[in-house]
């Protein structure tokens, strides 16, 4: 049985927030969301959050997914591990990993439980030029693990070591909670250290294995708002890197940024300054030029988006988009469609070859197949205090600046005459007209100029 215990119950005074530092969001994700996601993805069935400050708004965002358990008052990491005992007792091995660490893997997840197998507790460990603030691993002469020194309570020797305790370590979870009966809080901030079960363990003849992960930046903890920075970065590229390992042509990942949940088929290609966010899920051959955001979209293969903004929203196979149109709620655009230029959908169907070139609002509507909406077109949807929908049926031609007072109903191939304001509904193949009768003064205009 693989458990975890995730440790986020310390306040994160150096991020000067009123929000719980775990929930900062990296990628658009709180860094605690990022841990259990790749937990699960490790395959770990039991995982315990150990909650202190801003508990309830952990508890609110992952809510029945995990376990809990509150740590209060905070005396350090091992107290921290010694509330999660509803563990206690289970067979198997369990890791334990700090709320702060985002960009943890699931691979490098199931590689500590891998390297577990045969010793009592395995440390994940980082080398790095300067150990800084990190707790340092000692080693005896014959390189096997003796003990972890916490940074404030190293000797000047020890300082000099380069080889760091990352905070993640996996253990044996019956020989974890009978260690935890045993750690003392005798040192500089009288706590109780995780890191002292290391010695624990040696002294005791039993097996401390460590595993040096690849990529240290993979382990680091988030302390404060230049450490998010740094960790944005990171999963920004990694991200990038896996869509461009996957055939996803990304002209320049350093000014692409893209969510980890995000899916993209291949041969599309994005260009620079493209911002895509959560749940979107982008098909083959798609071009997205620059400045186009998109959050929650559904994009079909074959289609260009050009400078726009696509949100809750879907867009069919063929279809173009922009540059500078907006759909947004529930927009469902459909195949071999056109949208151009500054054009906003919000809430509304757009059947199969229809087009709509510039400058025009729909909201609220459905829209058949094969209709052209000219320029500067309006849905007149709300009346003040409610919102009314509007039907345009297939083959309809709506002229340029026409207003479609909802709810109105307009029929097959109807023909809108261009600066008409329509209140009635026209049936099927009928013309629909509805302005005043244009009539000339002459002379007037270089009158009206002298006056």
């Not at 990993?97 to 507790?121: M, R, S, V, W, Y």
């Not at 007072?405 to 109807?414: D, H, K, L, M, R």
């Amino acid at each position: 049985m693989k458990s975890a215990i995730v440790l986020a119950a310390g306040k994160g005074t150096r991020m000067k927030s009123d929000l719980c530092k775990v929930m900062h969001p990296v990628s658009n994700k709180p860094m605690i969301g990022h841990i259990i996601t790749s937990l699960k993805k490790a395959g770990v069935e039991n995982i315990v959050v150990v909650v202190g400050h801003g508990a309830e708004s952990v508890k609110e965002y992952l809510k029945d997914d995990v376990q809990y358990a509150l740590q209060e008052p905070q005396l350090g990491t091992g107290h921290a591990v010694m509330q999660a005992n509803a563990l206690e007792g289970n067979d198997g091995d369990t890791i334990v990993l700090c709320g702060d660490g985002p960009l943890i893997q699931p691979e490098t997840i199931q590689a500590a439980f891998e390297a577990n197998k045969d010793h009592t507790c395995t440390v994940l460990t980082a080398v790095l030029p300067d150990g800084e603030r990190y707790g340092r691993i000692v080693r005896n002469p014959n390189g096997q693990v003796e003990k972890i020194v916490e940074a404030k309570d190293c000797t000047a020797e020890e300082l000099e070591i380069k080889e760091i305790n990352t905070g993640l370590f996996c253990f044996k979870n019956k020989d974890l909670f009978e260690g935890l009966k045993k750690i003392k809080n005798e040192n500089a901030q009288n706590e109780y250290y995780l890191t002292d079960l290391v010695e624990i363990f040696h002294n005791e003849g039993k097996s401390v294995n460590a595993m040096i992960v690849e990529d240290p930046d993979e382990t680091m903890g988030v302390n404060d708002r230049l450490d998010l920075a740094k960790a944005q970065k990171w999963m920004k590229l990694h991200v990038n890197q896996k869509h461009m390992l996957n055939g996803v042509t990304i002209i320049d990942p350093e000014n692409t940024y893209i969510d980890v949940d995000v899916e993209i088929g291949q041969d599309t290609v994005i260009y620079p300054n493209v911002f895509i966010e959560g749940d979107t899920k982008i098909g083959k051959n798609v071009t997205i030029l620059p400045n186009s955001f998109l959050r929650n979209a559904t994009i079909a293969d074959d289609v260009v988006i050009d400078s726009s903004k696509i949100v809750e929203s879907k867009v069919g196979k063929g279809t173009t988009v922009g540059p500078m149109s907006h759909l947004r709620n529930n927009t469902e655009i459909c195949e071999n469609c056109r949208i151009g230029n500054f054009v906003e959908f919000k809430n509304s169907h757009f059947g199969n070859g229809s087009k709509c070139a510039h400058l025009t609002y729909i909201g609220d509507s459905d829209f058949g197949e094969k209709i052209n909406v000219g320029c500067g077109v309006v849905t007149v949807n709300y009346d003040g205090k409610n919102k009314y929908r509007t039907t345009v049926k297939d083959g309809a031609f709506i002229g340029s600046n026409c207003n479609l007072i909802a709810p109105v109903t307009i029929g097959e191939n109807v023909l809108l005459a261009a600066g008409s304001t329509i209140t009635d509904s026209v049936d099927d193949g009928d013309m629909g007209i509805a302005r005043a009768r244009q009539s000339i003064k002459k002379g007037y205009g270089t009158k009206y100029k002298n006056k």
